[in-house]
Structures are given as structure tokens and as C-alpha cells.
């Protein structure tokens, strides 16, 4: 009986952990969202109250997307699409839509089983017409491919996603915007333009930029009204190479080659007049994936950037040559430093040199980091109740700082004071300042914003430009003749700014002359171009921090995208080049009816437009089925079994309903656990009944000899202490029924455990960072006994394309209660394949050499075959089994294997040579699984 008890446990234990994972990292949740439901014509909006004011804009931007988008799709949506608003990234990493972690570059996501649509405002009124109007045409797509939300439809129909991203892309932002053309001169001068077959195979961001291209130049050659009609025909035959044909006339081959050639045709003439690097310019940085952020010591001696040159995005500097790199701050893998924000972050120097102040994440929430260079150490962290920094600076005096912060989806400057930490906020308004910069004087401070002058009018796609703030008359200039997107400006050391335009069709660098003899500051004549290159100045996206300037040499250090990577040059830049008159508005190639022109112009001040008709209810959660799966077949000692899983949420995923069935026969011996979670707070929750039928066999693969019924009750208890640490904790209790013997066992236990994981991954699995369980689960009733696990696995990188991975797992049961049975993980030493272990001590330990074997193979003959991401493994595996009695209690074995996926499945091939404590044994023979690497 008592050795049903610890069974027992181990079997509660095994089902009801799933809803938090035996691993993974945390989402660490606000307690205080009060959501509410705005109700409009063609969308319920979901908010927060924080962002009460973002949403009310919303109802009118989303409205005016809608009708255009409709128009140009010519459908319209059956019912009303759900809206989820986010006031910031990193609230909507936290949402509960989907259960993994989201990255920092995805900008919103639109779920196909409900058709939610759930974004976060990025931080200016222009990104966030794009992100919405990108994530709606998702709706629309989904509405016309699969009506009524049909997963299984949607399942069976072959359309590659830069055909759905691009097409996107194409109907939000129209033809090749400034960012995507940098993309096509890169790949164009490379050789390394994708066929569309090629696209196909890609999983990255270059899907986003081509695939808006190729569905620009489509609508240019066959018609505006092509997508919607492409999107009808793949809807109809399932295939999008029918429907290319169907709509186009030629298939997706000949397509390619047109639009390669149009690419050629438009691009070439304008790479004969552009730069690869300035002239007078040196690549000082270089290698990995990118180099952002550069910014310059007060000296113009050392230079301090974001890189993932190590795997994980990381703080460093280097001397102005580029040499003597070293690494000050890791990210992504350290507590406290969870993220250092690549795509808006980087340090900015005190004006002595000594201090580097710079965003971080911290358990949910952005903070300002002062680290002190000379003692190689962080001093001081600023938790200012920011959600997201977009630029900070030092004043003169290095007493105060100036920030730009996001919060409840407005982006306004802040004045903190270096010594007491008190914040004061120096705008109020729904205008959108970034990237601020102290003038060497201390009078002004000049930043990006898409503020206007009294009278000038406000839509939601209104470019950045320059603008001053005079600290002392607080007095807001904007300098006229301004055209384009103006972002990362800085003060050099004679009085003017150097800033990143795209005013010429490229990312260069201007410099604005101010002649300060003017009462007012205002500056003299034209912005004069630095710069003409052709790939681009910038940071991950448009208006990202790219540049800096050092006040006592004049050099400016930027980041240049090539060959599609991010370096880092030093240019000294000449004295008065030649001047460059205000360019024309690029052509979008939106057609007309564009959004912004049916929004009704606010007031200067930034006030909101008038809206449409809407109302404005409260939330209240109702579940509706998220997912179902079920499956069937015929048991091995006879008789049948069948299955099922159905999950049910409400709509923003906090609370969840989780019930499987596994029937055997009959309905008391079949598996039922049915549990409700709550994750609306940081303090997660799960309660569940469960029934599971269990047998059990005197020796591994022999007949069933022993069988029982668990029923019970369990509570669970999940505490996120930040990103990458957790604790756990529950209770459980129930009975069990043993079919052979008459009467009923009852057992109480309970259970801890405190989870580490900080693991990066990459399109092939984890590369850097650890994980790390330590639980005890004892049991408390009728008899003393339990189970203590250790499990720590270490990745690292090894180079770019190999990987270093070791498992150490260590177990042990312990009092009376404790029986012997299967704790050791399957083929855990590869080679001794048993079906069971009984095992009460066990220690074990992995390691793998993991690379790269075959990135891609396309077969055009005998049969169409493309075969893609074949990785090899080298291994060596050991374990101690101190009580096995039947096979030596020292096991080795090392080997080589394959991997590679199919679908969401991992399958494993392995080839083992074994051994143990008396030495070899057997052939070595290959041994498939489908499941998971450790």
C-alpha cells in the first residue's frame, strides 16, 4: 500500500505541472489592469484604463482602416474583430493571448482560432497605424481564406508566409517605403535577391521587406485589386500556385524572375550614385549580427554599443579604434538585466566620463542603470515607474538627466535628478518625443518628435522631425522645411545638430548649422547631407538611436547596414558640404482614400480627434474553446482506447479551463483531469480533479500485474520572481484503488520547487544561458517518504553555428513511503533502451556537441523535394544506478546522431556505443525517437 502512495504522487505530479512547464521563463504580470471593452461598428477594443486615452484614438484610426482596407479587398469581416491594447511592449510581452514568451521584434500578432488582434502602442502615432493596419489585414486574410475561423481549413491550404506577411506590409505602408528599398540595394549588390521559391524556406525578417516588395510590384503590374482576388482564389483551390496562375496568369517562377528583373531595372541606376562607406570614413566594430547603438565618451576615446556578437545582446565598449572590446553588461541571461533593449536602447556618458546610464528590464518593468566604468560594476538602478525608455541624456553638469519614457501609451520627456532620484515630467500632451539631446550650453534640448505648430495639422501618420525645447522660456521651436523621418539627433561641439534623415530616399547623416544669433535660437539655411550611401544609417529599425558625435573631435560614430549586418564607422566629416534643399515627400505608392485623410483634424495642443459612434462597456471574462485534439486506438493487452484534450479561455487568456479524457474500456478505468488556472495576477493559481488509471510489472516490458485507480484533488501556487527565476509550490490528495486487492489507500503530499531559466534560443534550439530545477516532493499521509530532484543543463555557443550542451540530473527517493520505480528519463544513456528502471538513486550527466550538417537542400529531380535544417550531434552520456540489479550499476555510452524537424515534431536518429562496468557490450546500432532535445 505504501508503495502506491509515493506512486501515486509521482503520477499527480507528472499530469498537473503542465500549465506551468517543468521549465520555461516567466511573464511577470501587473496586478493592477482594470480592462474595458469598447464596443465600435466592425471592433471590440480592448484596454486598460491607463490607456484610456490611446484607445479612444483608436476607435476612429481602426474605423478608417477598416473601410479602407475593405474597400481595397473588397470583403468585409462576419462580426465584430477583437482589438487587445497594450500601452507598451513590454505589457504586451505579458499577455496571456499566447502562451510563449514574446520576442522584442514582434510588433503585434493577429491569433487565427478567435481572430484576436493584439498590439502594443511602439512609441509614435506612425509606427502604430502601420501595426494595426499591418495586423488587420491578417483579419482580413483569415476571414477570406478560412470563414469562420476554420483551423482545419486553414491547415490544408499552401500559402507561404512572405506572401501573407508581405502582402501586409504592401497594404499598410504601399509601395517599397525608405527601410525596405535599403533592404533590396543590399541584397541586390550582394547577389543574394531570393527567388520566390527561396522566400518560401525563409523564416526571418527579410520576409517582411521582399515579400512587401514583390506584392508592390504585383498590384503596379496586374492591378490593385490583385490581393484580394489572390487571396479568393487560394481560398478556392487551396494552392497559391494555382492562384497565381488563376489571377496572374503565370506561375510563381516566371513571377520571380519579373520581379527581379523590375528590382534590377529600378535600383540599379541609383547604386552607380551612392557610397558604400563615406569618404573618410573607417569600420571601427564589426561582426555578429549587429552593432547598435553607438554612443562616444565625452573624451572621443572610448565607444560604448549594443551587440549580439556573444550570443546574448550585450553592453560594451571599445577604444575609438574599435580595439580592446570588452563586454561590460550581458543581457537576456542576467537578473536585473533581462533585456538592454536593442531596438531603443544603448548607454549614454556622463560629461566626466566616469558613469554609463543606460535602460534594462527588470521584472517587468524598464529602469534606468548606472554603471561605473572604472569599477566595472553596476552603482545604481532608478526604478522611475517608466514601461519603456526611448533615449536619455546627461546634462552639462552631470547632475540631471533627461529621458524619454512611455507609459500607458504616451511618450513624453522626463527630468530626473542623478543624486535624490526625483522625476519630474516636462510634457504632457499626445505628441511623441525621442531621443533627446543636451546642448553643450544646457539651454536646449533638441529631440524627434511629431509635434506641430499651432495650427498645423494632426493625423496619426505624421513623420518625426526636430524640434528644441528652450528649458529656461519653456518654448518649443520647430525648424521649418523639414521633410521626411528626422530621428537620432545630437549636438556637436560648434553649436550644430547631426541627425539620420530619410529626406533623399536614403538613411543619411545631415547636419543642421544654427547660427545662434538669433534671440530664438533658429537656425541658419538648408540641412547639409553628409552622407550618401547605399545601404543605410540605422539602428534595427527606422528610429532606432544610430549615431553619435564626439563634442571635442567632431568624429561622429553610426551604425551602417551592409551585407545585411549592422557595423559600426567613425567618420570625420567635412567642414561645410555642399547643401541639400528640402526633398519632396517620398511617393508611398498608397493609393487614394488613405486612412489619415478620413480622420478629422484635432486641435494643435494634441487633443483627440472626433470619434465614431462606440460605447464603452466592462470586461467580463466568458470561455470559449481555444483548441481540441482527439485520437483513439487499440491498447496492448486488448480492448480499446480513445482520447481528447479541449482547452477554453476568455478572450485575453486569464483565465483557463483545461479538460483530457482518456477512455479504456470503460469510464472508472479511464484518465479525466479537469483544472482551472488563473494567471490575471503576478501570483499564478491552478486547482484541479484528476482520475488516472496506472499499471505496473514485476520486471521492465513484463506482464501487467498490478493495476490502479487515482482520484484526487490538487492546488498549485506559481511565484515569478523575475523573467528567469520562479518558485513553485503545491498540494495534493486523493485515494487510490487497487483492482487486486479490496479497501482504499489514501494519500496527502506536497510539493516545492525554485526553477532557473534563462535560455536563448535559435531557430535550431538553445544556444546560451541555463536551466536549473531543484524540487522536493514529499509525502505527508499515511506513511513518511518522498522524491528530491536536481536537473541543471548548461548551453553555450561555440562560434556562430556550434553549440556546447550538458545535462546533469540527479534523483533520489528517501522514508519508509518510498518505493522503487521508474524515475530515470528514458534512454537518459543512450544505448540502454529499457521500457522502465526501477530506480530509487540515480546520478547522470550529458554532453553534445551540436552543429550545422545541411542549412537547406532543394531535389528538382526525381521528385520536387526540399529538405532544410539537418543538424549532427556528437555525445557522450555516463550514469551511477547504485540500485540496479539486473544491468551493471555504471552505464556509458558515446555516439554520433542527426536531428532534424518535421513540423513541430524533433526527430532524433542516435548511434551508440555502449558500455559498462565490465566493459563494451553489443554492436552499435541507431535507435529513432521523436521528441526533445535536453
Not at 231 to 236: G, I, K, Q
Not at 373 to 382: A, D, P
Not at 748 to 765: E, L, Y
Not at 820 to 842: D, I, L, Q
Request: charged share 25%.
Amino acid at each position: 500500500m505504501r508503495k502506491a502512495v509515493a506512486a501515486a504522487l509521482l503520477v499527480v505530479l507528472t499530469w498537473t505541472t503542465g500549465w506551468g512547464g517543468y521549465f520555461g521563463k516567466n511573464k511577470v504580470r501587473s496586478d493592477d489592469l482594470e480592462w474595458e471593452v469598447i464596443e465600435t461598428a466592425h471592433f471590440e477594443i480592448h484596454c486598460y484604463k491607463a490607456e484610456s486615452d490611446l484607445a479612444l484614438e483608436t476607435v476612429s484610426l481602426a474605423e478608417a482602416i477598416y473601410e479602407d482596407l475593405s474597400l481595397r479587398l473588397d470583403h468585409d469581416i462576419d462580426g465584430r474583430v477583437p482589438l487587445v491594447l497594450y500601452g507598451s511592449h513590454p505589457e504586451f510581452q505579458r499577455t496571456n493571448i499566447t502562451d510563449g514568451l514574446i520576442g522584442e521584434g514582434t510588433g503585434g500578432v493577429t491569433e487565427f482560432v478567435r481572430r484576436r488582434v493584439f498590439l502594443p502602442y511602439p512609441g509614435s502615432r506612425k509606427e502604430y497605424r502601420h501595426v494595426l493596419e499591418h495586423e488587420l489585414v491578417h483579419a482580413f486574410q483569415i476571414d477570406i481564406l478560412a470563414p469562420g475561423g476554420s483551423m482545419k481549413r486553414l491547415r490544408e491550404i499552401e500559402l507561404p508566409l512572405w506572401m501573407i506577411e508581405g502582402m501586409a506590409e504592401y497594404l499598410s505602408l504601399g509601395a517599397e517605403d525608405d527601410f525596405t528599398r535599403m533592404w533590396l540595394r543590399d541584397a541586390l549588390l550582394s547577389g543574394r535577391l531570393p527567388s520566390f521559391s527561396d522566400l518560401a524556406w525563409s523564416a526571418d525578417v527579410s520576409i517582411y521587406r521582399f515579400g512587401q516588395s514583390a506584392w508592390a510590384f504585383l498590384a503596379r503590374t496586374y492591378g490593385e485589386e490583385t490581393p484580394g482576388d489572390f487571396l479568393r482564389a487560394v481560398a478556392s483551390s487551396g494552392s497559391a500556385e494555382e492562384a497565381m496562375r488563376d489571377v496572374f496568369g503565370k506561375g510563381g517562377e516566371e513571377l520571380s524572375e519579373d520581379w527581379r528583373e523590375a528590382m534590377q531595372k529600378e535600383h540599379f541606376p541609383l547604386l552607380a550614385r551612392l557610397d558604400r562607406h563615406p569618404a573618410g570614413s573607417e569600420e571601427v566594430v564589426s561582426g555578429g549580427g549587429f552593432n547598435v547603438s553607438p554612443a562616444i565618451s565625452p573624451a572621443g576615446d572610448r565607444l560604448a554599443f549594443l551587440s549580439d556578437r556573444g550570443g546574448a545582446v550585450s553592453l560594451y565598449t571599445a577604444d575609438r579604434e574599435g580595439e580592446s572590446i570588452r563586454r561590460l553588461v550581458r543581457g537576456e541571461t542576467s537578473r536585473g538585466v533581462e533585456s538592454l533593449r536593442p531596438f531603443h536602447g544603448g548607454g549614454a556618458w556622463s560629461p566626466d566620463g566616469r558613469f554609463l546610464l543606460f535602460p534594462a528590464q527588470h521584472s517587468g518593468e524598464d529602469r534606468l542603470v548606472l554603471y561605473d566604468i572604472g569599477r566595472r560594476r553596476i552603482i545604481r538602478v532608478y526604478p522611475v515607474g517608466m514601461e519603456e525608455f526611448r533615449g536619455v541624456t546627461w546634462s552639462p553638469s552631470g547632475a540631471e538627466v533627461i529621458f524619454s519614457g512611455m507609459k500607458g501609451g504616451a511618450t513624453d520627456l522626463y527630468r530626473l535628478s542623478v543624486a535624490s532620484g526625483r522625476v519630474e515630467r516636462l510634457t504632457a500632451d499626445r505628441f511623441t518625443y525621442l531621443q533627446p539631446d543636451w546642448s553643450p550650453d544646457g539651454r536646449r534640448i533638441v529631440c524627434a518628435t511629431d509635434r506641430v505648430e499651432p495650427g498645423e495639422r494632426v493625423g496619426p501618420g505624421r513623420e518625426l522631425r526636430l524640434a528644441l525645447l528652450d528649458l529656461d522660456r519653456d518654448r518649443w521651436e520647430i525648424p521649418s522645411g523639414q521633410r521626411g523621418n528626422s530621428t537620432s539627433p545630437k549636438w556637436d561641439g560648434e553649436g550644430r545638430v547631426v541627425f539620420v534623415s530619410d529626406r533623399c530616399g536614403t538613411f543619411d547623416i545631415f547636419r543642421l548649422p544654427f547660427d545662434g544669433s538669433a534671440p530664438d535660437g533658429s537656425h541658419a539655411g538648408h540641412p547639409e547631407r553628409l552622407t550618401s550611401v547605399r545601404g543605410g544609417v540605422c539602428g534595427l529599425i527606422p528610429t532606432a538611436p544610430a549615431l553619435t558625435v564626439s563634442r571635442e573631435t567632431g568624429e561622429i560614430f553610426f551604425s551602417l547596414f551592409d551585407e545585411r549586418e549592422w557595423s559600426i564607422l567613425r567618420f570625420d566629416p567635412p567642414d561645410r558640404p555642399g547643401t541639400v534643399p528640402p526633398a519632396a515627400a517620398s511617393d508611398t505608392g498608397r493609393p487614394a482614400g488613405d486612412p489619415e485623410e478620413k480622420l478629422v483634424a484635432a486641435s494643435a495642443d494634441g487633443a483627440r480627434p472626433p470619434i465614431t459612434p462606440y460605447r464603452i462597456v466592462p470586461y467580463r471574462p466568458r470561455l470559449s474553446p481555444d483548441r481540441t485534439t482527439a485520437g483513439g486506438g487499440a491498447v496492448a493487452d486488448g480492448g480499446l482506447y480513445s482520447g481528447s484534450t479541449i482547452t477554453f479561455s476568455d478572450l485575453l487568456g486569464n483565465h483557463r479551463v483545461n479538460v483530457m479524457l482518456g477512455v479504456y474500456g470503460s469510464f472508472g478505468s479511464s484518465d479525466l483531469y479537469v483544472s482551472y488556472t488563473n494567471r490575471s495576477r503576478r501570483m499564478e493559481y491552478e486547482a484541479a480533479l484528476f482520475q488516472f488509471l496506472r499499471d505496473g510489472s514485476a520486471y521492465p516490458g513484463g506482464p501487467v500485474l498490478s493495476r490502479a485507480v487515482y482520484r484526487g484533488a490538487s492546488f498549485e501556487l506559481r511565484r515569478p520572481i523575475d523573467r528567469y527565476h520562479r518558485l513553485e509550490a503545491g498540494v495534493r490528495a486523493g485515494e487510490a484503488d487497487r483492482f487486486e486487492e479490496e479497501g482504499t489507500m489514501t494519500f496527502i503530499g506536497v510539493s516545492a520547487a525554485w526553477v532557473r531559466d534563462n535560455v536563448q534560443w535559435t531557430f535550431s534550439g538553445a544556444r546560451d544561458g541555463e536551466r536549473i530545477r531543484l524540487s522536493v516532493e514529499p509525502v505527508i499521509a499515511p506513511g513518511w517518504g518522498g522524491w528530491l530532484l536536481a536537473d541543471g543543463r548548461v548551453y553555450r555557443g561555440v562560434g556562430r553555428r556550434l553549440v556546447a550542451a550538458s545535462r546533469t540530473l540527479a534523483a533520489g527517493m528517501f522514508g519508509a513511503a518510498a518505493p522503487a520505480y521508474r524515475t530515470a528519463p528514458w534512454f537518459f544513456v543512450r544505448g540502454f533502451y529499457r521500457s522502465t528502471w526501477n530506480e530509487k538513486r540515480y546520478v547522470a550527466q550529458s554532453f553534445e556537441l551540436r552543429f550545422p550538417l545541411l542549412d537547406y537542400l532543394r531535389l528538382g529531380w526525381p521528385v520536387p523535394l526540399a529538405v532544410g535544417g539537418i543538424r549532427g550531434v556528437l555525445f557522450a552520456d555516463g550514469g551511477y544506478f547504485p540500485d540496479e540489479q539486473t544491468q551493471g550499476d555504471r552505464r556509458f555510452s558515446f555516439g554520433a546522431g542527426l536531428r532534424t524537424r518535421f513540423g513541430p515534431f524533433l526527430l532524433m536518429l542516435d548511434f551508440p556505443k555502449k558500455y559498462d562496468s565490465t566493459g563494451p557490450l553489443g554492436k552499435v546500432k541507431g535507435f529513432f525517437q521523436v521528441g526533445n532535445e535536453f
